[in-house]
């Protein structure tokens, strides 16, 4: 792994979760110590642990002398987790910084190190409790909604739901006889029922009413609208405890009465956008139907917003699902549910649906998915309608349908975080090139300071050709003479590097000093002082006038 400077900046000011511990570890860190960090960071999912780096906001690099001989360190590790443990050695200008890469330790197996499975409580490192060992445990017990429960029979499915089945099954593979099997036989095929007796899967997806309640009561949805955030009875409030395949379309049927459109209008150019996305919003009530854990008690909520919708499912992410992997992972959490729905061309058995939910957000300038608010115990996902860049969207319009379609969502993050002046993270760097052959995105500058941007053409159809050139910015003599400016300016006292930096905010500490650097050795200005410290004055090279007394 190779960390740029500036993504260790954004680790820096991010806050400290179960996942990245700081440390300083100026000159002292005790290897047992290390090693324990590392058992609580895999134990909870994985992470990062970064010396040399201080441990309270606002953090700063304050850099590290411990461990030294990194493979040493690292062969160490392996050693007594069993868990191949990446260090990477950052040379920043204020001092050596360690990272750790600690990977998630196996599904089902915590780990433990001195008598104990590490978690971290607070600031500290404390033993597992008994609950969530329990929990980690029983991560590699087998498929619950495809296990028997023996009292349930043929009549505890609601026929409607069961030709609802039939019908989506036909449709998706119509070269096969599905319409005129025997029911007995469909549910059998389908894997529903196993030897003649009932899976949870068929009770989960046909079961009638009366039958959930006496067996699952827990597998239900319950729909709510809001017109506000004020607390107290829903405006509307409805309980699907039935069969999921006849729940799908009555909850889009609802959510959709109130599904406004946004209106917009550039030029001669006129289009009307939904609130909420139906195909979004399919994906992401079958996510929370399909993966939720039906071992707990709860029901899964649909709350619709004026401008937002939550749908919230009980039992946190499946094992090794995390937000920030939920593009690349998938771990099923009812697996024979996902292949029924899989059958009725509902969703991707190799998928979760959040490709589709991705990129469609980002098609339509809608905020991303937002996991914000889940926790060990729910997952808790917002999906926002509020189109935020009525230009971007034209701009996607523009790229054309063909195109766009062979766009993976990889494609569709890169382009989003370029739009949003956010840096590109090393696992999408790979469809860069791919963007900037398509006429997409642009290129700036080399080196770390190279920067994205959208294409010419974006701003020019748009009207705003002038936003582009000043995105682009300036050319690296212009740079050097806004510099050579500030510090003329600034004769008597001297320029700081902290102020030098305000006069170019788009460049980085490296890049500003290697501007400093040429102004330097070409006789234009000099230093007195080290440190941050140090300040900059004209040379014998620059005229030594002040721009202001050349009026």
Known sequence: MTTSLDQLQLWLNVKEDEHLEFKEAKHNFHFETLVKYCVALANEGGGKMILGVTDKPPRSVVGSQVFQDLERTKAGLIERLRLRVEVEEIRHPHGRVLVFQIPSRPIGMPIHYEGAYWMRGGENLIPMTPDLLQRIFAEAGPDFSAEIYAQARLDDLDPAAVDVLRRLWQRKSPDQDIATRPTEQLLADAELIVDGRMTYAALILLGRREALGRYLAQAEVIFEYRS??????????????????????????????????????????????????????REAVLNAVSHRDYRHGGSVFVRQYPRRIEIVSPGGFPPGIAPENILRQQNPRNRRIAEV?????????????????????????????????????????????????????????????ERMAAFSTDDFLVVDLVHREQPVPDYLKSRVEYLLEQGIIERLGRGRGVRLLLSQRFYRRLGKAGVYTRKRGLDRETNKALLLRHIQYNQKEGSQLQELRQVLPSLSRDQVQKLLQDLKIGGHIHKIGYTKAARWYPGKASSGIAPEEKQ
Do not use: M, Y
């Not at 955030?229 to 409030?237: M, N, Q, V």
């Not at 049927?253 to 150019?269: K, P």
């Open 228 to 281: 506000n955030e004020a607390p107290g009875p829903a405006a509307d409030r409805r309980e699907f405890r039935q069969g999921f395949l006849t729940v799908l379309d009555e909850i889009w049927r609802l959510i959709n009465l109130r599904n406004d459109l946004q209106h917009f209008q550039q030029g001669f150019f006129v289009w009307d956008v939904p609130t909420f996305n139906e195909r979004v919003v």
């Open 341 to 401: 729905l899989s059958k009725c061309g509902l969703v991707e058995r190799a998928g979760q649906g959040f490709d589709l939910i991705f990129r469609e957000c980002i098609r339509q300038s809608k905020p991303l998915p937002d996991f914000s608010h889940t926790h060990a115990h729910s997952v808790w996902l917002t999906l926002h309608g509020e189109i935020q860049d009525p230009e971007f969207l034209r701009f996607l319009e523009e790229i054309g349908q």
